[in-house]
């Protein structure tokens, strides 16, 4: 027979990150939903807390907040009762499921929501993502015109993402509070790189979307109902994985 520590890990398998003394604890209190929370960090890459509401019979896990302070709600409560691994495995089910929701809400709402506001209503990591597919969708019509023979193409778009670089300077000389100002600063990191992207494949005269100049970049799509990324061969799904508010690194451009 298997060990309870290996019973619990197979059922949720976040628990391998967890020590056999950390888990001891949280299996000893697993009547108080509370007493994983020190241990939250271990099995999430950025989530420091769940926030717990009482409910008429039951606590509920209603939120998750970020080491940077960013707190996401959930779309639905999830109920934290019974063994811990079941209850903490739908919590890593609802943490996927509202992101990919809200990805959804955050793209629509670029389109109609002034900067500052979208900035202000959305998750610092959906910003990106949101602004990831729309670069990969506004570079592949740059290039199907250039390939048209629209030598303009791709000069349009780089001037699309110049005006909102300027928009989100001037939001920033303006003034935020700074958690809007961290998820701005994290958003210009990487539209700065989409930017030089754009920048890089004027100059190598890409002229379609299927040269390795363009495939070789890191490309997000939002394909049937689905975020997918995509490299040269490679197409996974986006995983969903909450990352919290933290600043963005990015290398030199990829071309």
Known sequence: ????????????PRFYFVSADDLLEILGQARDPEAVQPHLKKCFDAIKSIKMEKGRKQIEASAMNSPEGEKVEFQNNVVTEGAVEIWMSQIESEMRYTLHMLLY????????????????????QLLITAGQILWTTECEKGLNEVEKGNKLGLKTTKKKWVQMLNKYSDMVR????PEDRSKTVAVVTIEVHARDVIDALMKRGTANKYE????????????????????????????????????????????
Not at 1 to 12: G, H, S, T
Not at 105 to 124: I, L, R, S
Not at 225 to 231: A, L
């Open 174 to 177: 303006a003034g935020m509070n």
């Open 212 to 255: 390795f100049d363009w495939i070789s970049q890191l490309r997000y799509y939002w394909t049937d109902g689905d975020c997918r990324v995509k490299c040269i061969q490679t197409d996974y799904p986006y995983g969903y994985e909450y990352l919290g508010n933290t600043f963005r690194q990015i290398g030199r451009a990829h071309v």
């Open 105 to 124: 809400k955050t793209m629509t709402a670029m389109k109609t929501m002034k900067k500052e506001v979208w900035v202000h209503t959305w998750p610092g």
């Open 1 to 12: 027979a298997l060990p309870i520590f290996e019973i619990k890990r197979v059922a949720f």
